[in-house]
Nanobody
Framework: VQLQASGGGLVQPGGSLRLSCAAS????????MGWYRQAPGKQRELVAA???????NYADSVKGRFTISRDNAKNTVDLQMNSLKPEDTAVYYC???????????????WGQGTLVTVSS
């Protein structure tokens, strides 16, 4: 299984970026999907998560600015980030809880990370 993330880059404060992540491989089903971030010198933290049924959860610091969405048919999860602030600068990682074909149980998978830099 691979999680391929894309969409990071450099943006000015107040700007927007959209991150995308696609899961591929011998996937039977995907439970929760989410985005985490890790800023220099800090621990990785949850940014937003979404269940297969569409229930969402956001970190307080991004509520009202970020929106997570997913396409269950395509095994993708997106993060629309608006009103970006310098403190949003971090490496963003997608995450998914995936059940594989022919394998009992579900396991956590991570994408490779994509850098978001918010700076003027």
């Amino acid at each position: 299984v691979q999680l391929q993330a894309s969409g990071g880059g450099l943006v000015q404060p107040g700007g927007s970026l959209r991150l995308s992540c696609a899961a591929s491989g011998s996937i039977f089903s995907i439970n929760a999907m989410g985005w985490y971030r890790q800023a220099p010198g800090k621990q990785r933290e949850l940014v937003a998560a979404i269940t297969s049924g569409g229930t969402t959860n956001y970190a307080d610091s991004v509520k009202g600015r970020f929106t997570i969405s997913r396409d269950n048919a395509k095994n993708t999860v997106d993060l629309q980030m608006n009103s970006l602030k310098p403190e949003d600068t971090a490496v963003y990682y997608c995450n998914a809880d995936i059940k594989l074909l022919g394998v009992r149980g579900a396991y956590d998978y991570w994408g490779q990370g994509t850098l978001v830099t918010v700076s003027s």
